[in-house]
């Protein structure tokens, strides 16, 4: 039976026509090590996606560098057909050298062929949203934004976002074309992008924060986190996530995983609701 658990976390529209449940997933973690190559269970990298869908998640966000392309090509395996309400964001620009291997590239030619490679590997005729990995600094970001301004007025990409950027740069991108999201680094513990969070709050732009499970001492037997848990018949991570979506409206945390059970536990997170007291414990518990 389907349990739509992740409702409870609310809903968000991407761009003023994509709704998404607010607590979604991330597919980083169906990969090997270093995000590269196949998982140890592919098997279970399965039954981990189609069980985040039937618990009601509805935004899948994904790269074409997590494999790189082994994370498109199980979500494809799993969910293809997808559901008509199922909203999959996906990244180009930063190339995998090897497992660890980071590389932004963010030639039009590059970006176009991942794109088109995308597209391919996920079975689909656009892509909802795709976003700037990393932008590379060696190439003007006119031409980065342009080129994927291109592919949307060619009906291949619907929306356009960013990772890891700055406010200026934000601000730039969309001075090219509509930016409708943006990726950064942001958790209980690591809140260095807090304006970046009140800007996009502001201005209608979706929040995707990626590592939003990295919750460092907090998670400690005794530790604050812990004993809100506890109240709460809630886990650590539980609680980390509704931090998340309490802190927010436009916050849409993406927990990855490669187990059934840990998926479960995640989804579950949205049935946790904090107090006002609780949120303002846990944010002043640890410095930014």
Known sequence: MTDAVAAASG??????????????????????????GDPRDPDEAVRVLRRAV??????????????????DLLLKKALHPYADD???????GFARTGPGGW?????????????????????????????????DTE??????????ATLQQEGKIRHIGLSQVSI????????????????????LSQRDDED????????????????????????????????IAESHHASPSQLALAWLLKRSPVMLPIPGTSSVAHVEDNINAAKVELTQEEFDQLTTAVGR
């Open 11 to 36: 809903e968000f529209t991407i761009g003023g026509d994509l709704t998404v449940r607010r607590l979604g997933y991330g597919t980083m973690q169906l990969t090997g090590d270093g995000v590269w």
């Open 54 to 71: 039937e618990l009601g998640v509805n935004f899948i966000d994904t790269a074409d560098a997590y494999g790189p392309f082994t994370a």
């Open 86 to 92: 199922l909203v999959i964001a996906t990244k180009a």
């Open 103 to 135: 590389e932004p590239i963010g030639r039009p030619a590059y970006l176009r062929q991942q794109v088109e490679l995308s597209l391919r590997h996920l079975g689909l005729e656009r892509i909802d949203l795709l976003q700037l990995h990393r932008i």
């Open 139 to 148: 190439v003007p970001l006119a031409d980065q934004i342009g080129e994927l």
């Open 168 to 187: 200026s740069q934000v601000e730039e991108a969309a001075a090219i074309a509509p930016i409708v999201s943006v990726q950064n680094l942001y958790n």
């Open 196 to 227: 970046l969070v009140e800007y996009a709050e502001k201005n209608g732009l979706g929040f995707i924060p990626w590592f939003p499970l990295a919750t460092g001492e907090l998670a400690k037997a005794g530790g604050p986190l812990a004993k």
